[in-house]
């Protein structure tokens, strides 16, 4: 695993699973415990025992679902998700109150073998960060990448999708201008040669340009190289739909981490480049939003 988080970070989830393990234990001293053989499928996996304190076990309760909020970010963090057959991949922390529920698709061991196997992929993070912090490595963090492509990326990124998290990432970072550009109507490619190409914009077909005001000496120097500049972004846009999205879509071969890294941080630059121009309609009404 990458050094994606500060080893204090990761400390701090695995304490926040540790919570979570013994608020989880002492809930279930409180309920009987079955298993998906004796439930048949049909039933809880853990009920209420009798003879106990509703409001102590509602209290109990209550402690599990507070302390699952943090530990179940670990999950997230670790990738220690297990697939259920009929519902997908899941969270068993995020999901523990499943438990109490007809047809339950977790028991009280998977939680328990989930924790285990988060604080294990934990520790071997946290040795891996120690190790890099010891080496004078630079860290890494793909959440600091531009929010764009992030979004798109980060729900398949923690589950080890490295290939549909640079495709989805790709796929959001175009969604994002079209829709703001009011351009549904053309495919990706064309798309950002016609918006990045040199000229000026019209209402139908806005162009993106670097910013500033006509009369500053600086802007006039940028305006100057700004045919070369649009060129070389026309390029890295249309370079990159090409060799990067449209490649992983058609391919089933899964990238390695460090390759899918290195494609979300070609688009994450260009992302904060785009987010320094303007917005030419046939004159230029819109500033740019600041970088990200």
């Given at each position: 695993?990458?050094?994606?988080?500060?080893?204090d970070?990761?400390?701090?989830?695995?304490?926040?699973?540790?919570?979570?393990?013994?608020?989880?234990?002492?809930?279930?001293?409180?309920?009987?415990?079955?298993d998906?053989?004796?439930?048949?499928?049909?039933?809880p996996?853990?009920?209420?025992?009798?003879?106990?304190?509703?409001?102590e076990?509602?209290?109990?309760?209550?402690?599990?679902?507070?302390?699952?909020?943090?530990?179940?970010?670990?999950?997230?963090?670790?990738?220690?998700?297990?697939?259920?057959?009929?519902?997908?991949?899941?969270?068993?922390?995020?999901?523990?109150?499943?438990?109490?529920?007809?047809?339950?698709?977790?028991?009280?061991?998977?939680?328990?073998?989930?924790?285990?196997?988060?604080?294990?992929?934990?520790?071997?993070?946290?040795?891996?960060?120690?190790?890099?912090t010891?080496?004078?490595?630079?860290?890494?963090?793909?959440?600091?990448?531009?929010?764009?492509?992030?979004a798109?990326?980060?729900?398949?990124?923690?589950?080890?999708?490295?290939r549909?998290?640079?495709?989805?990432?790709?796929?959001g970072?175009t969604?994002?201008?079209?829709?703001?550009?009011?351009?549904?109507?053309?495919?990706?490619?064309?798309?950002?040669?016609?918006?990045?190409?040199?000229?000026?914009?019209?209402?139908?077909?806005?162009?993106?340009?670097?910013?500033?005001a006509?009369?500053?000496?600086?802007?006039?120097?940028?305006?100057?190289?700004?045919?070369?500049?649009?060129?070389?972004?026309?390029?890295l846009?249309?370079?990159l739909?090409?060799?990067?999205?449209?490649?992983?879509?058609?391919?089933?071969?899964?990238?390695?981490?460090?390759?899918?890294?290195?494609?979300?941080?070609?688009?994450?630059?260009?992302?904060?480049?785009?987010?320094?121009?303007?917005?030419?309609?046939?004159?230029?009404?819109?500033?740019?939003?600041?970088?990200?």
């Amino acid at each position: 695993m990458s050094n994606e988080y500060s080893e204090d970070y990761l400390r701090k989830l695995r304490d926040a699973v540790e919570r979570f393990e013994e608020a989880f234990a002492a809930w279930m001293a409180t309920q009987v415990e079955s298993d998906h053989m004796s439930s048949r499928g049909l039933f809880p996996t853990v009920w209420t025992d009798d003879g106990q304190d509703e409001a102590e076990v509602r209290k109990l309760e209550l402690n599990v679902a507070e302390s699952a909020g943090l530990a179940a970010r670990a999950v997230a963090v670790t990738g220690a998700y297990i697939n259920i057959a009929g519902i997908g991949t899941i969270d068993p922390i995020a999901n523990w109150s499943f438990m109490s529920s007809p047809k339950a698709p977790l028991a009280p061991r998977d939680i328990r073998m989930t924790s285990a196997n988060v604080k294990g992929r934990l520790d071997a993070m946290i040795t891996d960060s120690e190790a890099s912090t010891e080496a004078g490595l630079p860290s890494f963090a793909p959440a600091q990448l531009h929010p764009v492509v992030w979004a798109g990326a980060a729900a398949h990124w923690t589950t080890h999708q490295y290939r549909v998290a640079v495709r989805e990432a790709a796929e959001g970072l175009t969604v994002h201008w079209k829709d703001r550009l009011g351009r549904n109507n053309v495919d990706d490619t064309v798309f950002w040669q016609q918006t990045l190409a040199p000229g000026t914009g019209t209402p139908e077909q806005p162009k993106l340009i670097w910013p500033g005001a006509p009369d500053d000496k600086t802007v006039k120097s940028m305006r100057g190289g700004l045919e070369p500049l649009a060129k070389s972004l026309n390029a890295l846009a249309t370079g990159l739909n090409l060799t990067v999205r449209n490649v992983t879509t058609h391919t089933r071969a899964e990238l390695s981490e460090q390759e899918a890294m290195e494609r979300l941080a070609a688009y994450s630059y260009l992302a904060r480049l785009l987010d320094r121009c303007e917005i030419d309609r046939g004159e230029i009404d819109e500033t740019p939003p600041g970088p990200s």
